[in-house]
């Protein structure tokens, strides 16, 4: 069964440095994988998505991901964080079809002034 | 063109109720997933309607059901419910055309169960 794993669940980050949120993912075939972010009492916006191709893909507000296959890892970065940033953000992955989707535990990220 | 609408918003329920939740996907995507959101959790899938055939369930009781109609509509249905239904749930919708394609989430339905 897939499963995915954010190692942090908190994470407090100075407004303008840069972030990471690490996501690790199982799953016994080529993944699709998701990073979705959630304000509180709000739904979930996709920030960026990897299919295939590219394993550095970019997403809105100014995210990337990279794939890497060997490390079963798809960790989010930005090079500068702002404070509208802070929210929860979650790494997904597809399965059984890309319309069912596993989601890791959440990484709540704080920004500091 | 509208995103994933989701009524009601809140909702508060008495145990032992039932309760029916809708979602409308966005229009031209015919697959539709139902996820429930909790602390303890976290978020879990529940399942997922295309072309009104329920095509893949989470593992979650025979009290959590759902349908999907030929306007790709879909509602869900809680029957006798338990404080620990009490959650967020959220429903997305997606193209599913065969090739990958990306969930659209909806805002959610806040069910509290007192």
């Known amino acids: 069964a897939q499963s995915v794993t954010q190692p942090d669940i908190h994470i407090t980050v100075s407004e303008g440095a840069s972030l990471e949120l690490r996501c690790n993912y199982s799953y016994g075939a080529t993944p699709y994988l998701f990073w979705y972010v959630q304000s509180p009492g709000q739904g979930l916006q996709l920030l960026l998505k990897?299919?295939?191709?590219?394993?550095l893909v970019q997403g809105i507000k100014g995210f990337e991901a990279e794939f890497k296959r060997s490390q079963s890892s798809f960790n989010l970065r930005k090079p500068s964080v702002h404070w509208s940033d802070a929210a929860e953000y979650f790494c997904?992955?597809?399965?059984?079809?890309?319309?069912?989707?596993?989601f890791g535990k959440g990484t709540m990220l704080l920004v500091s002034p | 063109k509208a995103g994933v609408t989701q009524t009601p918003r809140y909702l508060i329920k008495t145990r032992g109720q039932q309760v029916t939740l809708s979602c409308s996907p966005i229009s031209g995507h015919r697959s539709v997933s139902w996820y429930q959101q909790t602390p303890g959790q976290g978020l879990q899938f529940l399942f997922e309607y295309f072309s009104e055939t329920q095509r893949n369930k989470g593992n979650f009781p025979g009290r959590f059901s759902g349908r999907q109609f030929s306007n790709s509509r879909s509602e869900m249905n809680v029957s006798t419910l338990e404080l620990g239904d009490s959650a967020l749930y959220l429903c997305a919708s997606n193209a599913d055309t065969g090739v990958a394609t990306e969930a659209f989430f909806g805002q959610g339905t806040r069910l509290t169960v007192v």
């Open positions: 997904a992955v597809g399965a059984g079809g890309y319309s069912t989707l596993t």
């Open positions: 990897y299919f295939s191709g590219d394993t």
